[in-house]
């Protein structure tokens, strides 16, 4: 009797297993008893629908609507300008410790590999010469003065060669963003009076300093040996491109975010502080270590300093400059 029962089960597990697994597979849709609306004349998305006047199925919103929670109203909150659409500054929410350490949070996943941990513009994606163009460092006089509402806007908007993060970061979250970025500027400029207000070792702080500026020296020290000390056009042009410049500047005379490559060599250069020279190899050079020292006139000072550039590297580019120009 047992016995039966065990070779029934078995006969059963065999014939479940065999029948279950016929592998042929189907388009239809499973068994069901029921079809309540599973069946229904429909459009699908982009179909032609000859009812309507332009023959498309999908129709836009009446003008006018809002779909609920989507109201955008509040200039300041979703794009940081007032109602003349000046960058306001302030943040419109209450700056508790919460807010900055959300506001951390969210710098250090989608800022700091380009813009650095401290904001010195040093993330890894920077220091790893992936081709990128430079992240500016917070740590300067344009940056502390810039408002609160103008860098909301580089994260919502983008700004020149940077993509705008609205489709990741939430608008709360942009403006938490903000606030940690003004937190870290602060961070850099202590004075030594105010820092025994903080519960900090400075002596600890001082070495983690020297260790940092000794690792991006040695960085800097290791890019220079690497390259030959070749100068020549050609090198030129591959460090143009290693750099990202073509990102900024064009070879064929138009304008992207700085001037044209094209006919600069030799050419008349004037500034937005009135000065005017002529562009030589001198001129070039500065440019490219310290593009801020001229800016030139129509422009804004956008570029980062490449004074990370060895002696060979910044001439091999003066030379591929050279060979763009008529004369
Ligand atoms: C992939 C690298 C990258 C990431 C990630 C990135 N940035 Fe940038 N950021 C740049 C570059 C490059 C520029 C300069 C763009 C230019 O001048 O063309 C820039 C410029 C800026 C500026 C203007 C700075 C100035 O002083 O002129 C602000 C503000 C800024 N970024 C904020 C942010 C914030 C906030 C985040 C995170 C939400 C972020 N960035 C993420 C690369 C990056
Ligand atoms: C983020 C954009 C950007 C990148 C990247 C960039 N530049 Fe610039 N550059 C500018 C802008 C904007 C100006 C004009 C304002 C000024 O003079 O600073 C400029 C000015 C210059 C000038 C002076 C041009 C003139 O018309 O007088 C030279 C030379 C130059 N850049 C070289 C370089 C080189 C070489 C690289 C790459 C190693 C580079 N730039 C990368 C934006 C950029």
């Known amino acids: 009797m047992k016995f039966a029962f065990i070779k029934l089960g078995a006969i059963l597990l065999l ?3 065999l029948l279950s697994c016929r592998g042929q597979k ?3 849709p499973p068994m069901r008893t029921h079809f309540n609306m599973h069946f229904q004349d429909r459009f699908n ?6 009812y309507f006047e332009n023959g498309m199925a999908m129709r836009l919103p009446i003008e006018g609507t809002v779909a609920r929670g989507m109201l955008r109203n509040n200039s300041i909150l979703f794009e940081g300008v007032d109602e003349d659409g000046n960058y ?5 929410f209450e700056l508790t410790r919460d807010f900055l350490y959300r506001g951390k949070e969210r710098y250090d996943i989608y800022c700091q590999v380009c813009h650095g941990a401290t904001g010195n513009g040093q993330g890894i994606i920077m220091t790893g010469q992936y081709g990128y163009v430079p992240a500016p460092t ?3 006089e344009a940056s502390y003065n810039m408002p609160d509402g103008e860098i909301y806007s580089a994260i919502a908007n983008g700004v020149r060669t940077m993509p705008s993060y609205a489709t990741q970061i939430k608008v709360e979250d942009r403006w938490a963003i903000v606030a940690y970025i003004r937190a870290l500027q602060k961070s850099q400029n202590v004075p030594e009076t105010e820092m025994d207000r903080f519960d900090v070792d400075l002596a600890q702080l001082v070495d983690q300093y020297r260790a940092e500026e000794a690792r991006l020296a040695a960085l800097a020290e290791s890019r220079t040996a690497r390259g030959d000390d070749e100068v020549t056009a050609a090198r030129g042009e591959r460090l143009y491109i290693q750099n990202a410049c073509q990102a900024c500047h064009s070879l064929d005379g138009s304008v992207v975010v700085g001037p044209s490559f094209q006919n600069l060599f030799g050419s008349e250069r004037t500034f937005t502080n009135g000065n005017s020279t002529t562009a030589d190899e001198a001129y070039i050079m500065q440019s490219i270590v310290e593009p801020g020292a001229n ?5 804004q000072n956008a570029m ?12 091999s580019l003066v030379e591929f400059i050279k060979t763009l120009s008529d004369e």
Not at 88 to 92: L, M, R, T
Request: glycine share 0%; hydrophobic share 25%; net charge negative.
């Open 138 to 140: 917070y740590h300067r």
């Open 26 to 28: 189907t388009e239809n």
């Open 88 to 92: 306001v500054d302030e943040i419109p």
């Open 15 to 17: 014939a479940t297993t």
């Open 304 to 315: 980062v300093p490449y004074d990370f550039l060895s002696e060979s590297e910044l001439q």
């Open 45 to 50: 998305a982009q179909e032609e629908n000859p």
């Open 295 to 299: 800016v030139v006139q129509d422009y």
